[in-house]
């Protein structure tokens, strides 16, 4: 199932170009990259794409909503290419690993607020912070012999 990339560029009004196609593929295989990753994903493949086009590919594609820009408080800002169903994030407070978690009651915006105060609310930004199963497992206290030799 390869979602059809030029289809989607063209329905978003954007030309078709080699770095746009190389950035939907990296963030195809690889979910909630930053930057970085990008550009390294992007040059292992094509190595005559700059970084600055792929600072530029990125800002137009999110322009264009066909990528999602996240940004955890105090993290680097990832990307990824799955968009418009309004997921949220769960981010671990350890190592940074970021997972999906649906939407939490179906469809956006998810949280109905008590008060409005008049807007018109489309979207709850809802990130859930937490400890990943790795780093849940190497932080259990290790079972070395310190109870021993205590009478
Ligand atoms: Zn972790
Ligand atoms: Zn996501």
Redesign the pocket.
């Known amino acids: 199932m390869t979602p059809d990339f030029e289809a989607q560029l063209r329905s978003a009004s954007l030309r078709v170009t080699r770095p746009r196609l190389a950035v939907l593929t990296a963030l195809r295989d690889h ?2 990259i930053d930057t970085d990753t990008v550009i390294e994903l992007v040059r292992a493949e094509h190595p005559t794409v700059s970084h600055q086009a792929v600072y530029d590919v990125l800002r137009a594609l999110t322009d264009a909503g066909l990528v ?1 820009r ?1 940004q955890p408080a105090g993290a680097t800002a990832r990307y ?1 290419s ?1 968009v418009a169903d309004n ?1 949220h ?1 769960v981010v671990c407070r350890s190592c940074g690993a ?3 978690i649906d939407c939490a009651a179906g469809h956006s915006p998810c949280l109905t607020a008590p008060d409005d105060h008049g807007y018109v609310i489309d979207e709850a930004e809802v990130v859930y912070w937490g400890i990943c199963p790795a780093c849940a497992t190497s932080s259990k206290p290790s079972s070395s012999g310190s109870l021993e030799g205590n009478r």
């Open positions: 979910k909630h999602r996240i990824e799955r997921h994030h970021i997972a999906d």
